[in-house]
């Protein structure tokens, strides 16, 4: 089996908590030799609504651009991201569910500055707008802040030490289940898959019943091929695909400069596999 990658479906853009613009991304790409890739912001789609631009970077680079998503969303203090792909990005309902989820990320970003204030660390909002060059405020773009300010030698630090889960200044974000990811996304008329399932915990049954309540609410797809997963990983999740007969999705998660050791294409779908996906969708 050829296993040259050629789509890349995970990535992200300075829209959400990368350091490259969409065409930065595309051009990377094309590089690279993929042939697709999908542009999975978190929970934005902002640098996407541009369709001629996105054509214009399709024409000059030679890329295909799928438009995605990543939704953040949590279960039983568990991060759980759900991607969604070929988008219809004129659907007003859709929007207004980001534009809801997007308040339920700034009252974290002020419960965040809240309790770094109280630990005297102070990261302004307009610290965070100065560095910010979409719409969305991530954890990454406070470690840059703290970074620039010289609270921590290192990015991996301010994680570690304050906004990770067993951070000082962690706050769990309020609760978005992946079910109701699941059903907007579907409603919306995407391609649903479940991102890197072993992530979310190292408890397989407790994943595997995450799967099988998704499935029931229209889940198609499983990120299989992810970058940090081990062949063994890949082995066990493409049996739980197969399973629950979910397509296999796979991408690096680029996030530029802010995941250096992640390289663009390095993970994702080779012909087949992608070939694999175009037929379950009937597209392209």
Known sequence: MDEKVIADLHTHTVNSDGTFTVEEIVKKASEKGLEVLAITDHDTVDGLLDSKKLEEYEKNYGVKIIKGIEMSCNLNGKDVHILGYFLNLEDQNFLNELKRISEIRNERNEKIIKKLADLNIPVTMDDLNEIVKGNVISKAHFAE????????????????????????????????????????????????????????????????????????????????????????????????????????????????????????????????????????????
Request: aromatic residues 10%; glycine residues 8%; contains cysteine.
């Open 145 to 284: 802040v703290m970074l620039k300010k010289g609270y921590v030698n290192c990015k991996s630090d301010a994680f570690k030490n304050y906004l990770g889960k067993n951070g000082v200044a962690f706050v769990e974000k309020r609760d978005y289940k992946p079910v109701d990811a699941v059903r907007i996304l579907i409603k919306n008329g995407a391609f649903v898959s479940l991102a890197h399932p072993k992530l979310i915990t190292e408890n397989t049954d407790e994943v595997e019943k995450l799967i099988d309540e998704l499935v029931k609410h229209g889940l198609r797809g499983l990120e299989v091929n992810y970058y940090s997963f081990s062949k063994s990983d890949k082995e066990f999740y493409k049996k739980i695909a197969e399973k629950y007969n979910l397509i296999i999705t796979g991408g690096s998660d680029f996030h530029g400069g802010n995941r250096v050791n992640v390289s663009l294409g390095e993970t994702g779908l080779n012909a087949s596999e992608f070939e694999n996906l175009k037929k379950s969708l009937k597209i392209m």
